[in-house]
């Protein structure tokens, strides 16, 4: 059998990347395409290497795949603490088994057109694509099953997660509520907004723009705008157009903070992409959360 390695290449960059994939969207964590990539990269190139060095059968044992899969994990993800790390790596390994496993079924089923030798599935003729297009159903199905039972276990009081806002290297902290609904985006850089109460944020605002809602002018727009202009935080603060929270076609007063922290103790992530949009009401009617987080903030 004849082995293109460019095109074994390519077929196992896009395999690695969907295992990776599934893997993040498993374990919750915000990762860019671009480390994906790299992850997928390092994994097809261990498996062209083993096959341009048969030979070499220390590379076939299964201390070499353990140590492949910590460097691809600490690639893509960066982990940096000892248990997130390993919770990572058994979602990583979860992951890799299903695609095997629809690999092998595939096989099966199909009756032709691959084998596999040393831990490595072999696809060739016209079941190369057809193997592709399974992956990538495989893919949909899996994360849409597992969304949809998450969802369903989880209660109102499970989706409070705690939240630091940093602006202006001051600090608050405050429960928040994870709102499937909220796709608040803002409209210049597309990134989620997540909405605050300004009572939450009072001391953490500038006097000129605290002054706004505190004589209730947030929906008066030339003074909200000519306050902005003047503010030597202009540049921090936005407008964003949103049509919920009781009012249509409403306009937002929001800024972007320093970072903000979200979760608590080995689940802790800085986001720094995040505008903070100020509400001047009440989201909660027990006081039980402050804030709206958008499923892009904790996906």
Not at 188 to 203: D, G, H, Q, W, Y
Not at 248 to 273: A, S, W
């Amino acid at each position: 059998m004849e082995i293109y390695l460019d095109i074994l290449l390519l077929e196992n960059i896009v395999i690695n990347f969907l295992i990776l994939y599934v893997t993040a969207k498993f374990s919750r964590i915000r990762v860019s395409t671009l480390r994906l990539f790299a992850g997928a990269i390092v994994g097809a190139i261990y498996v062209v290497f083993i096959i341009v060095q048969p030979g070499a059968k220390v590379y076939y044992t299964a201390l070499a795949k353990i140590l492949l899969s910590f460097f691809i994990i600490a690639i893509t993800f960066s982990p940096r603490k000892v248990l997130s790390f390993f919770k990572t790596l058994v979602i990583f390994y979860i992951s890799t088994f299903i695609f095997a496993g629809a690999a092998l079924a595939f096989l099966y089923i199909n009756q032709q057109g691959g084998f596999v030798r040393n831990g490595i599935i072999y696809v060739f003729g016209q079941s190369k694509g057809s193997l592709m297009f399974f992956g990538i159903i495989t893919v949909g199905i899996i994360i849409k099953i597992f969304m949809e039972v998450i969802q369903s276990r989880i209660t109102k009081e499970n989706l409070l997660i705690p939240v630091k806002i940093v602006f202006d290297n001051r600090v608050i902290d405050l429960p928040a509520l994870v709102d499937t609904g909220n796709s608040l985006k803002d409209p210049l850089t597309n990134i989620p907004v997540m909405v605050v109460e300004f009572k939450a944020l009072e001391e953490l605002l500038p006097p000129e723009i605290r002054n706004i809602f505190q004589n209730s002018k947030e929906d008066d727009l030339s003074c909200v705008t000519a306050t902005i202009a003047t503010s030597k935080w202009f540049s921090r603060f936005r407008l964003i157009p949103f049509s919920s929270l009781g009012k249509e076609n409403g306009m937002l007063i929001g800024f972007k903070p320093d970072f903000i922290e979200i979760g608590e103790d080995e689940e802790k992530r800085d986001i720094k992409n995040v505008i903070v949009g100020i509400y001047n009401r009440s989201l909660s009617r027990n006081d039980k959360y402050k804030a709206l987080l958008g499923p892009d903030l904790v996906a």
